[in-house]
């Protein structure tokens, strides 16, 4: 990270370039959430923090909105965002210089949570209008979901959806139980897990649905779209699978013991 929020006396100095800054298109943003490093001699954990930053403070200018799969996401939007020399009084850091990657793995468990349940509902709704065109279209003298192998395609999706749902309830119930370090394993696993679910079922389901999975007479495209980004947004599947992996191994790993003379 290269962007930088730096104590001067009683203010806080931002410079950095911003992008996928999520909701900055939004008409009605006001205000942003800013993270530096404030400490680079810190200890990695302790160098960044999370600083409030009016829109409208000099030095914050939006240079672009980014597209997604060609749509802005209207009308709230990601954007590029640049911060030069932008000084903001030193209580608009969050919770204390140095914060911020608490504040940042304190939100990101349930956040990633969030992100799987709401998942899930897409890939229901996929599912349902994928079944749905299955009865209502004819093709060849019967309905598509007694040609070919659509039936084991729709049993498929339901299969994978509810793993994919008690997976996310298990993650759920471990966040609850032991907080986010000891939930990380099952928080990774959705992560990686349900988003790879649903865009299948989306895929399987804008398949059944033709040309017309493909335009905006049904929502599977936009779906598909936003769940492709999920496998990026928040880490990548990659840096989850090599924690899954990472906490797997180390239950295995012969321990150290001390030696008694």
């Not at 298109?25 to 530096?36: A, N, Q, V």
């Not at 309905?143 to 759920?172: H, M, S, Y």
């Not at 000891?182 to 040309?211: C, F, T, W, Y």
């Amino acid at each position: 990270m290269q962007a930088t929020a730096l104590i001067e006396g009683d203010h806080v100095v931002l410079n950095g370039r911003k992008w996928w800054s999520s909701g900055v298109g939004h008409p009605h943003c006001r205000l942003l959430i800013f993270m530096g490093i404030t400490d680079c001699s810190a200890a990695k954990h302790r160098r960044h923090s999370m600083v409030l930053v009016p829109l409208d403070t000099p030095g914050v200018k939006i240079e672009r909105m980014l597209s997604v799969f060609g749509s802005y996401d209207s009308p709230f939007g990601h954007g590029e965002v640049s911060f030069t020399n932008v000084r903001v009084p030193l209580d608009h850091i969050i919770a204390g210089p140095g914060r911020g990657f608490e504040i940042a793995q304190g939100r990101l468990g349930p956040g990633r949570i969030h992100h799987c349940m709401r998942t899930l509902g897409a890939a229901e709704r996929a599912l349902e209008l994928l079944c749905r065109r299955s009865l209502g279209r004819v093709a060849f003298g019967k309905p598509l979901a007694e040609l070919g192998a659509n039936a084991d395609v729709i049993a498929n999706a339901r299969i994978q959806l509810e793993q994919a749902r008690l997976l996310t309830l298990k993650a759920a119930w471990m966040l609850d139980e032991f907080g986010t370090k000891g939930a990380r394993s099952e928080i990774s696993q959705i992560k990686v897990a349900v988003p790879n679910i649903a865009l299948e079922i989306i895929d399987q389901a804008i398949q059944m649905h033709g040309g017309a999975g493909v335009s905006e007479d049904v929502p599977l495209a936009d779906m598909f779209a936003a769940i492709r980004t999920l496998r990026i947004a928040d880490g990548p599947d990659e840096v989850h699978r090599a924690l899954i992996a990472r906490l797997e191994l180390k239950k295995y790993k012969p321990r150290c013991v001390a030696s008694v003379s």
